[in-house]
Each structure stands twice: as structure tokens, then as C-alpha cells.
């Protein structure tokens, strides 16, 4: 299952010098096997800003702070996109900042008001390029570079897209090239396709899209649904979450080889990530077999006494995954 586990994760970040390039821009280059949103918190003058979110796709950089880098201090927020699942990706800053869950321009950053909350920022100190500008790196404890952190960010898709191409290691061979000649086939894609700008767009729309195999969630509420799944392979139920299905769109967890049962649980929640109720009631899709699960990302592989030990009880529905299952997830 190593379409969501990963390696820990670090921001690569050196030495700013906050007096020199008075016009020079902040370029932040993905070298992880993710693709990404970040937000960035600018210090300056006594004043916090921050702004959001900005897609990097792995091997790419992108000018995220353009023009006087005269701030005091700029800060980092990065997060996976929802297609991952459990977000991999630690928050260890110390600085925390107001954050939306879309698109935003925060001028107080420091003072959250309607729809915002409160991330965690960590202080980035980018290096000089030899064009007078700046770059910071965000970067895996793995240590690829460019053209690996392509290759493995290709093949965590596809796993998760239901082909073998693990292990997720951005070394290429036999197995990654099958599995990523299967998948371009299956979608009537030309081989050329890898190297077009949007291929990541192509890899994670057919990730979303429903399946004829193996369990695929879909959200046909106008809330975000958190879903969890648990699989039995014959001595152990290992429950997993939270992955986050965005309104009108499909996500395929990633699931073992061959399991012998699979089960699936899933919640709307509303901005601030509380638990949606109707007329009362809490808008989930569960069943009678009760799992362990948190309110943070999890993977437990014990499942007797929960509450016990600090856990939630939770009731998973079984999924026949005998020719595949999409679950359609929709409000009264």
C-alpha cells in the first residue's frame, strides 16, 4: 500500500539575505513526489500577510512572491492534493497564520475572521540564483532530484490509480514503464503525453474518475466528504484515513493486492471541518462493523477496544469489490 505511505517529508530551505536584490523574486521548486498547494506568509513592516494556494507540480518551480523581497520574514504552507488522502506532508512551523480552504489574499494573517483558520508556517531562507532572484526547495527526506521526483510522483499516481508500479522509489525499470504503458492505454493516450505540461492534470483526473475495479468514492453533495477505508487481509483489519473527496468529484483509495474483505466509511464536514447534520442527523456512509478510526489521519491496525485507547468507534460498511464499486455519496 505505498500510494499513501511515504517517507517523512522536510522543506529544503538555506540562507536569505534580506538586504541584497532589493527587486528580486521568490521561486519555489518542487522536488517531492507530490503535487502540491502553498501558501506563502510574508513578514514585513510589522505587519503579516499571506496568500494562497499556488500549484507546483513535481520537477516544476513557480515564482510564488514577486518583485522587493524587502520582508522581514517568509513563511511556508504546503499541502498534498486531496487525491493523495492522508496529507504527508507535516506541519512543524511555529509560525501560524490564517489560512482559507480556497483561493485567498489574507492582509491581517495573524487575526482569522469568517471562513479562516488558523496553519502552521514554517520560515523558509531561500538562496541566491545567479540571476539575481531567489529559490527554495521543497524536497523529500528520499533526496530526489528533478527527473526522480518526476518519476516517483508518476508512480504514486498510478498506484493509486490501481497498477503496480511499486516500490515508489523514482528509479525506473521494467515495472514502471508496464505499468505506466497500461495506464496510457487504457485511456487511449499517446506515449508523448508524459512529457506535455498538463500530464500530472491527465494522471489525477483519471485517478478521480470512477472505476471498474477496486473501490472508488464519489461525492455527489455540495460538501467535502472525509473518507476512511480498512481492509482485511485474512489476520489483520488495518483502517486508514482521512481522504478528502472535494464536491463533484470521484477518489480512489489505494487498496493491497488482493484483500479479502474491504470496508468504507465516509462524512460530509462543513468548512471548519465539522461533522454536516440534516434534520438532525449526521450526514455519513457507514455500516455494522465497528473500526477504529481519530479525528487526525490514522492507521490502526488494531481494532479491539477503541474507546479504551483513545478512539473514536466507528461503523464501516463491507464493500463487494467482486467487479469493482463506486460509491456514490449523496444527501437525502
Known sequence: MTGWRSRALATIVTTLSLTSAA??????????SYVVET??????????????????????CRVVVQGALNADRIMLNARALPVYGVSPLPQNGTDRLCIAEDNFVIAAARQCRGGQTLAAFTEIKPTDTEDGNKIAYLAE?????DE?????????LLVIAGYDASPIDGVDGPK??????AFLKSRGLKPEIVDAPDFFDVMIKAVQQPSGSGLTWCNDTKYKIMAAVAEDDGKTITSRGWYGVAPGQCLRPDLGAQPKRVFSFAEAVDSSGRPVTIKGRALN???????????SKFELGEQ????????????????DLSSGKTLRLSAP
Open 176 to 181: 514502471t514503464q508496464a505499468a505506466l504503458s
Open 148 to 156: 526522480q521526483a518526476k518519476l516517483a510522483a508518476i508512480q504514486r
Open 304 to 319: 479491539g477496544d477503541c474507546a479504551a485507547r483513545g478512539l473514536a468507534a466507528t461503523g464501516f460498511a463491507a464493500i
Open 285 to 295: 456512509w457507514g455500516g455494522g462493523t465497528t473500526l477504529c478510526t481519530r479525528d
Open 39 to 60: 501558501a506563502i506568509g510574508v513578514d514585513s513592516n510589522g505587519t503579516t500577510a499571506s496568500r494562497g494556494w499556488l500549484r507546483i507540480d513535481p520537477a516544476q
Open 23 to 32: 527587486h528580486a523574486d521568490l521561486k519555489l521548486c518542487n522536488r517531492m
Open 141 to 145: 527526506d528520499s533526496g530526489y532530484d
